[in-house]
């Protein structure tokens, strides 16, 4: 994996979609955060860090506020706006600001799953990424059992580089998709 730099590409800024803001993450957000954190469905599904307690939690959001205060760190929280409820997060894990290349990720609530909402999200910080950090190439990564992951990555028009076999936490390879999606060069850029 490559290492997230640190030098500042771009100022975080809050995001907004038709039904979502994509906002900082804030010590508020932590009994959203731990919800779908601490569910092994989740953790499962997604490879994530499973939160043993609150603990985890409020350190987890601990880091993202020095990667906010030293720059190049871009993890949103992502927001209802009709009613500001947390849905969860999505983000760049790693950029590798030498080659111009993003690596996205995404994690919602179970109760939120289905209804669009990680496409729409996961749109505009594809936009952001291209746009404002100038990445060239951003990447997703799926377990190739999250059907439901694989269908929100087609929907936005990533498309398939090969598999490969990570090790989980148990120690027991798994089979991860690998998926990308190149900038479309704008004329006179």
């Not at 993003?102 to 799953?113: E, H, N, P, R, T």
């Not at 999200?121 to 746009?131: E, K, L, R, S, W």
């Not at 936005?156 to 989980?168: A, I, K, M, P, Q």
Request: one cysteine or more.
């Amino acid at each position: 994996m490559r290492r997230q730099q640190t030098t500042l590409l771009a100022p975080f800024a809050p995001l907004e979609t038709p039904r979502l803001g994509l906002v900082a993450l804030t010590f508020e957000h932590a009994p959203s955060i731990f919800a779908f954190s601490s569910d092994p469905k989740v953790s499962q599904l997604v490879g994530r860090p499973h939160h043993q307690n609150m603990g985890d939690t409020r350190r987890y959001i601990a880091r993202a506020l020095v990667g906010y205060a030293r720059g190049g760190h871009y993890e949103w929280g992502v927001v209802r706006r009709a009613d500001q409820t947390f849905l969860g997060i999505c983000a760049f894990g790693e950029i590798d600001k030498a080659r111009g290349i993003g690596d996205i990720y995404y994690v919602l609530s179970k109760a939120y799953w289905g209804k669009g909402y990680a496409t729409e999200a996961a749109a505009a910080v594809m936009q952001f990424g291209f746009n404002r950090l100038r990445l060239r190439l951003i990447e997703a990564q799926a377990f190739s059992d999250n059907t439901a992951s694989l269908r929100v990555l087609t929907k936005l028009g990533l498309r398939f580089r090969e598999t490969n076999s990570v090790e989980l936490e148990f120690g027991h390879p798994c089979p991860v998709s690998i998926w990308q999606i190149e900038r479309v060069p704008v004329a006179g850029h």
